[in-house]
């Protein structure tokens, strides 16, 4: 099974820190995926990556950047964390992006941030 | 952009009945998947539907697909207590980039 684990459950921090919220996946996924949930806009996408030092924007990527130095961890950093930014933080991995593949998505338990 | 909205926002049912929900979308898509959030938790991935596809089943889960409406439903049948959760669903375009959740139905199923 492939498991997708995220460093922190709960997480309080405060106006003006540098967060990091870390990901690991076990099964070897090329593709990885940081997502914000809220309340009544459902998930939308950060930032995700396709491969190893590679990254692209989502819809949201502002106030955030994103590290894959190793192909099993993708980091999301709050460079400067806002109160805008608490949120709950979903991870995903996937093993392709093409959805003539089947491109599903398996996700972390995620991070509940809050920011003070 | 948001692509997928699912319908109704929340439901409650008792157990033992069917769950209906539906999931419209507004642009081509590859496929299309659904998701079940349990309370506080990651998403998990339930069943993905190809835009070729009809129908699918996993289980008491059946989807369908309607290309021509752009529309998508989930059934559960014969509802359990550990049911309840949300459920979201997803689009992939052709090129698996755009990959688009909605904002989800909550179900509550109640025994």
């Known amino acids: 099974d492939v498991k997708v684990t995220q460093s922190s459950r709960y997480l309080v921090k405060r106006t003006g820190e540098k967060v990091f919220l870390e990901c690991v996946q076990d099964m070897d996924h090329e593709n990885m995926f940081w997502y914000r949930q809220d309340p009544g806009l459902g998930l939308r996408l950060i930032y995700f990556?396709?491969?190893?030092?590679?990254?692209e924007k989502g819809d949201i990527p502002e106030g955030y950047s994103v590290s894959r130095e190793k192909k099993e961890r993708f980091s999301l950093i709050l460079e400067s964390a806002s109160t805008n930014q608490t949120s709950m933080y979903l991870c995903?991995?996937?093993?392709?992006?093409?959805?003539?593949?089947?491109?599903?998505?398996?996700f972390g338990p995620g991070t509940r941030l809050t920011v003070l | 952009s948001q692509q997928g909205e699912e319908d109704p926002q929340a439901l409650s049912i008792q157990e033992g009945e069917n769950a209906t929900m539906n999931c419209s979308y507004k642009?081509?898509?590859?496929?299309l998947q659904w998701y079940r959030q349990n309370s506080g938790r990651g998403l998990v991935h339930l069943i993905l539907i190809r835009s070729n596809e009809r129908e699918k089943h996993s289980g008491r889960l059946r989807v369908t697909l309607d290309t021509s409406k752009k529309s998508s439903s989930l059934l559960i049948t014969a509802s359990r207590a550990a049911d309840t959760a949300s459920y979201f669903c997803a689009t992939a375009d052709n090129y698996g980039q755009n990959f688009v959740f909605g904002p989800g139905t909550r179900l509550s199923v109640l025994p």
């Open positions: 990556s396709y491969d190893v030092k590679m990254k």
């Open positions: 642009t081509s898509i590859n496929n």
């Open positions: 995903a991995s996937s093993f392709t992006l093409a959805a003539s593949s089947g491109n599903e998505q398996f």
